[in-house]
């Protein structure tokens, strides 16, 4: 099993929150400061910001293997949209090992979404 942190259409209530099915649902996270939002195509791309102070909120699932490459599949890893990474994030999540999805291409003409996806 491994733990992820989701932050976008993944979420409880998202337009791909099926893609969860038989996962387990472990709360509400946030990321420490220097992460934020840009939106993409009808969903959220989080990247690393450094002058960022507020962080982004999401939430942590445990996800079995197949489910993980499953996500894989969907957040595009094999074609460079989406890098799967390691991050560190606010309690009650920060002496875990959580993984998440972060964007990985061009943010010209992206819009700032700040730390919060709403659909």
């Not at 799967?84 to 994030?89: D, M």
Request: glycine share 12%; net charge negative; charged share 25%.
């Amino acid at each position: 099993m491994s733990l992820v942190f989701v932050y976008g259409t993944l979420k409880r209530g998202g337009s791909n929150f099926h893609f969860m099915a038989g996962q387990q649902f472990l709360g509400e996270a946030r990321t420490p400061p220097g992460f934020r939002l840009y939106e993409l195509d009808g969903y959220p791309g989080m990247v690393v910001k450094p002058e960022d102070r507020d962080g982004v909120t999401g939430e942590v699932w445990s996800v079995d293997a197949a489910g993980l490459a499953q996500l894989d599949l969907l957040e595009g890893l094999a074609e460079g949209l989406y890098r799967r990474e390691s991050i560190k994030l606010l309690p009650p999540f920060s002496d875990q090992s959580v993984e998440t999805y972060r964007y990985a291409r061009s943010l010209e003409g992206r819009r700032d979404l700040g730390s919060t996806w709403r659909e």
